[in-house]
């Protein structure tokens, strides 16, 4: 049989089957049914739903009269849409066939013949139990990708996120028709995102009437060695609102003299399209920025005639945390061995989880004289603010090593009463140097004005 005589075939079951309709519901499936192709015809033909068995049997013996004698009743089929929501229980004791609303379990008397589903589906409009309908957007896989690539890049997780076997599952019980990524596709919608705004970026920079205010670094990752110099860009807008963005995160070529530094930057600058808008550049004091900048003076003139504010004599901002760290840094050189026996202290101390725990036995048996406050920490070379922290909780615990030194005969390193005054007094010095920092380093916008009272 071909597929003609298939589709033929098909036809004229569903019309077969549209005859038998009942006369309510072929009313209302009337103008629906003739717009319908074939194809629709055969899946109505396919999705109808049957009465039971029981209600069937008994709802034919009490029709029997008005069929003609010698002819079977035919199944009846309950096509009309109120079927989803009520389900026929059959014929009653009373001899009355009724359906139940699915939600509230209330009978009414179906007679599909005579009463038609109107009554069914006032109910339905009323029904207390019934769920409201939810007016939900349908799924767009594209909003979906959209949405995926703003988590990573908002919440800083990797790519594999995408791939997470347990997003995966809630995604899916969320919606049925989500379609999951996997990372690469993730890789590509991110760094779309990333041209997009990029894209943002340079056109609010081409309509920028002002200039910009930029702050360069150098980082060395240390498993690699790699060098990687991020530039970020600030401005004051025209609704007078100050904007930071980071312009570049790239690969510092090797070596990192101020020339190879100077023609990354001015690659950057030339990307962003502020070659001529340079207001100045905020550096650390390392000789190579020296170098760095005047060779970008130079370039940047070029470009831009006599582009640069006052000749570029303020190009150059050195960084106010920066100096501050080489200033702290050289003085806590001369301090160094002052501190020799607090250190060492608080070294034995954390060398193992024994001595960590019977110094705590320690902290309890002088518990008045010490209040609150962390553990001891112990100070890093690198970081003069880490010398400062193991100062401030170590002196906070001056009874405790006392205690301690009484009964543990390995513990050599109590420093004397001088050690811990000298301490104290080197803790005073170092504090406003942290307050400082902590403001140039922490706050949104860190200003010179907010320095001053600390600097008196
Ligand atoms: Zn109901």
Redesign the pocket.
């Known amino acids: 049989m071909d597929l003609e005589s298939l589709n033929t075939i098909a036809i004229l079951d569903a019309q077969r089957e549209y005859m038998d309709m009942n006369e309510e519901d072929a009313l209302n499936e009337e103008n629906a049914l003739n717009e319908e192709n074939e194809e629709n015809a055969m899946r109505e033909g396919e999705t109808e739903m049957q009465e039971p068995e029981q209600g069937d049997t008994q709802a034919a013996g009490t029709t029997q009269a008005t069929q003609p004698q010698g002819r079977q009743p035919r199944k009846r089929r309950l096509t009309s849409k109120v079927w989803e929501d009520f389900t026929s229980v059959g014929v009653e004791s009373d001899g009355k066939e009724r359906g139940q609303?699915n939600?509230?379990?209330?009978k009414l008397v179906i007679n599909t013949r005579t009463h038609g589903t109107h009554h069914l589906s006032r109910?339905?409009d009323t029904?207390?139990?019934?769920p409201k309908a939810v007016d939900r957007p349908a799924y767009d896989h594209q909003i979906d990708r959209e949405m995926t690539s703003e988590i990573i890049i908002y919440h800083d997780l990797p790519f594999r996120y995408a791939e997470y076997e347990k997003v995966r599952a809630k995604d899916l019980y969320l919606n049925p028709d989500c379609k999951p990524i996997c990372r690469q596709t993730a890789v590509a919608d991110v760094f779309r995102r990333y041209e997009i705004e990029k894209e943002k970026l340079r056109n609010v920079f081409a309509k920028h009437q002002g200039r910009v205010c930029f702050t360069s670094d150098l980082w060395v990752a240390l498993p690699t060695t790699m060098g990687y110099l991020c530039l970020t860009a600030s401005f004051i807008d025209d609704d007078w609102r100050l904007n930071n963005k980071v312009l570049a995160f790239c690969v510092a070529r090797c070596p990192h003299t101020g020339g190879e530094l100077a023609s990354t930057i001015i690659e950057c600058l030339k990307d962003w399209g502020l070659e001529k808008k340079v207001f100045s550049f905020t550096l650390d004091n390392a000789t190579n920025n020296d170098s760095m900048l005047r060779i970008l003076k130079g370039q940047l003139q070029m470009m831009s005639g006599s582009g640069l504010l006052c000749d570029g004599k303020f190009m150059h901002v050195r960084c106010c945390a920066h100096i501050l760290n080489l200033i702290v840094k050289d003085g806590l050189e001369l301090a160094k061995n002052l501190l020799h026996d607090i250190r060492e202290s608080v070294r034995y101390v954390k060398a193992s989880p024994q001595r960590i725990q019977s110094f705590a036995a320690c902290v309890e048996r002088v518990r008045p004289r010490i209040t609150g406050g962390a553990d001891l920490s112990l100070d890093v070379s690198t970081r003069w603010n880490s010398t400062y922290d193991m100062l401030v909780r170590a002196l906070k615990f001056r009874a405790a090593f006392e205690s301690m030194a009484s009964f543990d005969t390995h513990y050599k390193t109590l420093p004397s009463a001088a050690d811990w005054d000298r301490g104290a007094k080197i803790c005073e010095l170092l504090k406003p140097f942290s307050v400082i920092t902590k403001i140039v380093l922490r706050a949104p916008i860190p200003e010179a004005i907010q320095l001053i009272p600390f600097l008196e």
């Open positions: 609303c939600y509230c379990g209330k109910h339905l029904c207390p139990e019934k």
